[in-house]
């Protein structure tokens, strides 16, 4: 190892992705320790880990919060986030994918790919990480390399490029041969170095094979290697190296690694891969952002003006820590940078290179860096910083809707205020959660994405305040939709009160919104004018669909808010002195709560994939439960000592599910559950829920 210039090219800033229980925080506690950024290494079970660190996640044995480490490997600084596995925290691997410029994908051996693994998936797909894989628990019972490998292929749709063979099986895993450099690396027990050796015969010719595979395949892909392996029909381990680096970072292919990270072994070719094929922040595109009606783009060079997106707010106990990727420019100690969202000025107080909770001081940051930042005292997190002089304004990350919420209160009157300022703090470190009054109750209601989302929520405000707080039972977030909408609707607003009045006509049609509009847009609404003559002028069509929009927050079931819906404005009229953008917006707003007064609508509630794992004996227990539960079963499958049934289930019949599975399989039960949308409340349900 070796000390390394500080330039982009030499940097990698990547996340550790997967689903909970398959090994994320401890690859990266095993990539500290062959780094020799830690001398020991740390075990979840013992509660000794870098990245887990907080009290509860130590408590609990997963990750909850995104925890950011730095290392170096062969002449290159690898600043590295370990992600968490829960769906309930996906929040914080989308406000991490948007800072990253690679992934390792990490799988279980034995389950392959699990709901979650596949939702991360999807995430770094939307915003183009490029990734590679490793398959982690090698020494398991059941650990098989290609069922893994056929199951990203099946369900991730992308190219799986193998280029290590296992060998030794389960518990007599000891090593993998380099398909690249056809060489075997062996792991001897009780040693954390490898040996370099030949290919041993028992595996030569399937060595062979696999090699020959993994040629053809990347020359089916990559022109360069196409030409090399038509003229001599073989490729060079330089050419397949290269080949392979250009088809992860095209994300045309996925570069497959496996091992055992408990056992320490594998993580050096992990590292070696990471390095040759994830790309450094010089080879992905300039950043793009916006400076009023333009967009520009920004390099990532040390030289151009400065840039960098704040992705992560901690309220520490010696102050405010900010975590930023710098994208263009230089950073120093003592810079007065402008926040581009609300116009202020920021002094940079100290820079930090981040080891999760221990810093160590620098004096600047340069383009590709991610450091912790002391002393910004407005900044939040998706808020853009820049050079005064030059003002961007780069892209947030995407914040999800949050689906459960609680009521909290304080123990007594005395500690409300200090509730009220943890809260705030709380939604300032986590955006995916949001507190509000209930206008009805006068109740602070806590909103987030998830019941175990909320728990730790509100342990953390316990824990950290010392605040004795009540807890109300879990709310799902309703929605409401039309199922057969009205036609021709007239809404006049007329108002006369003395001097200049408000006059606007409009004519509505509302229907369901289905098919692709449904998918396509985000909102679940749809608006269009068919106004023909020029009856309606442009400007006052944009205020009706602005009023229509204000009138989706509040449905006529239950005042929840209203999607799936189109509304067509066809007709309309003005007054030459009367009309105006407030007054047909206005219009918009009261003629589409008439028209959703009229229409047939119906509840929705929100809906999640469940994934139950349980021994067989245990299975027709848990298929009555969740048929019980409104779950509707989609599937089953055998898994090593058990069987996984999925099946749809309402996200209000969840409450408390962990314990009862865990009752009814004495323990040996696990599920997983990813929100899917949202679908009709029955009859029968909504009845009760009614006269309850």
Known sequence: MRTHPNTATTVRNLGILAHVDAGKTTVTERILYTTGATHKRGEVHAGTTVTDYDPQERDRGITIFAAAVSCTWDGHRINLIDTPGHVDFSDEVERSLRVLDGAVAVFDAVAGVEPQSESVWRQADHHGVPRIVFVNKMDRVGADLDRVVASVAQRLHVVPLVVQLPVGQEDGFRGTVDLVRMRALL???????????????????????????????????????????????????????????????????????????????????????????????????????????????????????????????????TGRLTCLRVYSGTMRKGDTVLDAGTGRTERIGRILRVQADRHAEVEQAVAGDIVAVVGLKGTRAGSTLCAPGAPLVLEPPKTAAPVVSVAVEAGTGAEAGRLS????????????????????????????????????????????????????????????????????????????????????????????????????????????????????????????????????????????????????????????????????????????????????????????????????????????????????????????????????????????????????????????????????????????????
């Open 187 to 317: 792991w001897r027990a009780g040693q954390d170095a490898y040996e370099t050796g030949a290919v041993p015969e028992e595996l030569y010719e399937e060595a062979r094979s696999r090699r020959r595979q993994l040629e053809e395949r990347v020359a089916e892909l990559h022109p360069a290697a196409l030409e090399e392996y038509c003229a001599t029909s073989a490729l060079s381990a330089a050419t397949l190296g290269a080949a392979l680096r250009d088809l992860t970072r095209s994300g045309e292919g996925v570069v497959v690694l496996c091992g055992s990270a408990y056992r320490n072994r594998g993580i050096e070719p992990l590292l070696d891969a990471i390095v040759s094929y994830l790309p450094s922040p010089a080879d992905v595109p300039p950043v793009r952002g916006a400076h009023g009606a333009a967009v520009q783009e920004r390099p990532a060079d040390p030289s151009a003006p400065f840039a960098a997106l704040a992705f992560k707010v901690n309220a520490t106990p």
């Open 421 to 692: 300022a943890a809260l705030a703090r709380l939604v300032e470190e986590d955006p995916s959660l949001v507190v509000r009054t209930d206008p009805e109750t006068g109740q602070t209601v806590l909103s987030g994405m998830g019941e175990l989302h909320l728990e730790v929520a509100v342990e953390k405000i316990r824990r950290s305040h010392g605040l004795h707080i009540g807890v109300g039972r879990p709310r799902v977030a309703h929605r409401e939709t039309v199922v057969r909408g009205v036609s021709g609707l007239v809404y006049r607003h007329v108002k006369q009160d003395g001097g200049a009045g408000q006059f606007a006509h409009v004519v509505l049609d509302v229907e369901p919104l289905g098919g692709a509009d449904a998918e396509g847009d985000a909102g679940g609404f749809a608006f269009r004018s068919a106004v023909v003559g020029g009856r309606v002028p442009q400007e006052y069509v944009r205020a009706v669909e602005t009023g229509c929009r204000d009138a989706l927050a509040e449905g006529p079931l239950g005042g929840h808010p209203v999607t799936g819906l189109r509304v067509t404005l066809t007709d309309g009229a003005t007054h030459p002195k009367d009309s105006s953008e407030t007054a047909f917006r206005a219009a918009g707003r009261f003629a589409l709560r008439e028209a959703l007064r009229a229409a047939e609508m119906e509840l929705l509630e929100p809906v999640a994939e469940v994934v139950v794992t349980v021994p067989d004996d245990a299975v027709g227990g848990v298929l009555g439960d969740l048929a019980a539960r409104r779950g509707r079963v989609s599937g089953s499958a055998a898994r090593a000592g058990g069987t996984a049934v999925t099946a749809t289930v309402p996200l209000a019949e969840l409450f408390g599910y962990a314990s009862r599975l865990r009752s009814r399989t004495q323990g040996r039960g696990t599920f997983t559950a990813r929100p899917t949308g949202y679908a009709p409340v029955p009859a029968a349900v909504l009845d009760r829920a009614l006269q309850g």
